[in-house]
């Protein structure tokens, strides 16, 4: 049995933020990177990570390789 991964908020302007956890890995989508940033920082301050770096957006958009 696996637990479903996908995770949704809003932000305070309505705009989704779309967090994909797998394993080890963590995926944030959202349209302002201030908005991402804020999360990546509460979620350092909970939880022992590692440095996010960012993926590409063709990722996002079923492209990848």
């Known amino acids: 049995h696996?637990?479903?991964c996908p995770y949704t908020k809003?932000?305070?302007d309505g705009?989704?933020?779309i967090l994909v956890l797998y394993v080890g890995?963590?995926?944030i989508a959202?349209?302002?990177?201030s908005t991402i940033h804020?999360?990546?920082?509460?979620?350092?301050?909970a939880f022992?990570?590692?440095a996010l770096q960012p993926q590409h957006k063709k990722f996002l958009k079923g492209q990848h390789e």
């Open 2 to 4: 696996t637990d479903n």
């Open 10 to 12: 809003r932000d305070v």
């Open 15 to 17: 705009c989704p933020i």
């Open 25 to 27: 890995d963590i995926l």
């Open 30 to 33: 959202e349209e302002k990177k």
């Open 38 to 45: 804020a999360l990546k920082d509460q979620l350092k301050s």
């Open 48 to 50: 022992n990570m590692n």
